[in-house]
């Protein structure tokens, strides 16, 4: 019966997108869910999915907020 | 000098709810304060309590999203 | 679909037990499993818990390892 | 920049096993990033994965610890 | 490659905030990640830090809301 | 009253050290909830510190275990 916690950074992965899309969460969820039954053998039902969404100001990397860290680092890319 | 974190769906539990109201946050924050008192002896100003609300497209279960799922299973309930 | 999850230290409740017995784990679970049926309706069978024990040295408050600020406090006891 | 946290519990999930295996674990480590690049366009090196495993009497379902769940639901399985 | 999670009630700390300000979130995040370098060498790059603010009642300490907790201590402030 | 966790690698920062010691512990506490005193003018007394030690097989970065990761990287370094 496993918990699975996926933290994300909220934005869009594709032009004009500004979030995860609801397509996009359920192939997460259905993916790492489907991950455990192949590897563990949990069934489906037992596995407990939670994706959080940070807004970018509220996660940090190399001691930056993450808009920072992507300018320093030459991309701006949805890393 | 627990800490307690909840994570429920954020959906009402009676009709015309869209979410736990501050009157059942507050029941959830006293009872589970109270039951480390009782099973622990751990002091009521030493335990910390936070719930966490999250979007059911953000919470999956049996590889689906939850609003998915809850109807596989026939059931639209908020589970 | 709650998920609780307790975080305690590992230190006993009473004089000789130096952890929480599997009857007091027990006691947790059930507890709070019923609390979220009675506040929010949540069936028993859609309750995850998860206890997690922290050793003192890793637990910190008052900006001090927890064995320490209860000596500061002048408290020897498992708050 | 996604961070991944999987909780399962600590147990086998073939005769003979007392836990996941070093390999299960890279399994899961590997398919979870792969999904974040795959769905997200996440690149490998941004995920970060932490595997949480956790004592059967730690954990509860059903108002119970799972080993007892599980007896109750007539399944010895490492659901 | 330390992972920082941060929670901490949507509050400001000065008369007239509401929350706390992009520059006190990216002062946490180079102060953390600096931390976890001069003590346990962990470069800057490694770290990753989560500020997760979560609203006054849904947070619980001394088995009262955030809010009346305060009260009953008789202080207002944005402890 | 913020709550702060840390998660490292359960590995040394010197020679022959195997995992963090208590010293570079208490000064992870001591300095994460004076940074929060000094950013947010939260009261030490009210900031929880849990430091979480991973074993390097559960932990995952680059799609791999952080040992192979770092290998790949051509870095022994307990990053």
Known sequence: M???NIQITR????????A???????????GVSQLLLDVLKKPLSSTFVVI????????GR???????????QGSGSPE
Do not use: C, H, M
Not at 20 to 29: C, F, H, S
Not at 62 to 72: A, C, E, I, S
């Open 2 to 4: 496993p918990i699975v």
């Open 11 to 18: 934005e869009g992965s594709t032009p004009g997108a500004f």
């Open 20 to 30: 995860a899309t609801a397509e996009e969460k359920a192939a997460l969820i259905k």
């Open 52 to 59: 959080d969404e940070v807004d970018t100001e509220n996660w």
């Open 62 to 72: 190399g001691g930056l907020p993450v808009d920072q860290f992507r300018q320093q």
